[in-house]
């Protein structure tokens, strides 16, 4: 390749979905670059090839590997060596490489019914079981008989008014109804949801480091063949 004095600027996510088992720079990292003629050219490069190999991870047409952005810099200046490589983003990314077989309509439902079931259930056992161990009906009882002067027949604009006030307080809390958010704050579901995804994240790039089967410098693609 030509000489070329440029400084490219790559960013990387921490984790990148891929639905090609060759994949280039272009879809794992950003590039951007002052010549517009280069960056096309360092999109198009091969970093790495999944491969079949059953001794590594792959469940249900899946393969994941980690790639550390020096071999993406490797990769880089294998064919440019006169460029300057600025990293703006992650310096590990998980690549995982998935088969786009969705399943079919039925088979979704189903998923959608026994996660929806298995909510709703898990939710009311668990406001029974609060109920029961705080003896709400006995409480509801008392303070209805000390303001109304009579026995509570058990259900009065008490209970009412906790049913309507705990449905309120979920749908305040939770930020969320259907496709329909009450701010432009993230839901604690989400929040909490987040915080995994980071967890698990930095848990497979140190697992993998490790192990030492990090895409890295020096080193041929974990996941099978190396820009073959």
């Known amino acids: 390749m030509a000489a070329m004095n440029e400084t490219v600027y790559i960013k990387g996510d921490k984790n990148v979905e891929v639905t090609s088992p060759e994949v280039s720079l272009g879809q794992v990292v950003k590039i951007e ?8 050219k360092l999109k198009a490069l091969k970093l790495l090839k999944f491969v079949d190999n059953p001794k590594k991870e792959k469940k249900k047409g899946r393969s994941r590997t980690v790639v550390s952005v ?3 810099i490797e990769c880089i200046h294998e064919q440019y060596p006169n460029i300057e490589v600025q990293n703006m983003g992650e310096k590990d990314m998980i690549v995982t490489y998935e088969n786009q077989h969705t399943p079919g309509g039925m088979v979704h439902a189903v998923k959608v019914v026994c996660v929806v079931l298995i909510t709703f259930v898990g939710a009311a ?23 109304a002067g ?26 969320h109804f259907g496709k329909k958010r009450f701010s432009v704050d993230p839901t604690p579901m989400e929040v909490e949801m987040r915080l995994y995804e980071n967890d698990i994240e930095t848990t497979l790039v140190e697992t ?18 190396h820009r073959s």
Do not use: H, W
């Open 150 to 175: 009579r026995p509570s027949d058990g259900f009065t604009m008490l209970e009412l008014s906790y049913c309507i006030g705990l449905v309120i307080g979920i749908l305040v809390f939770f930020n």
């Open 208 to 225: 993998y480091g490790r192990r030492g089967k990090e895409l890295d410098v020096g080193t041929t693609d974990c996941a099978g063949s």
């Open 33 to 40: 670059c002052g010549n517009p003629e280069i960056v096309p």
């Open 125 to 147: 056992f668990s406001i029974m079981a609060f109920n029961n161990d705080v003896d709400t009906t006995k409480l509801f009882g008392q303070i209805y008989e000390l303001l």
């Open 70 to 72: 020096l071999k993406v």
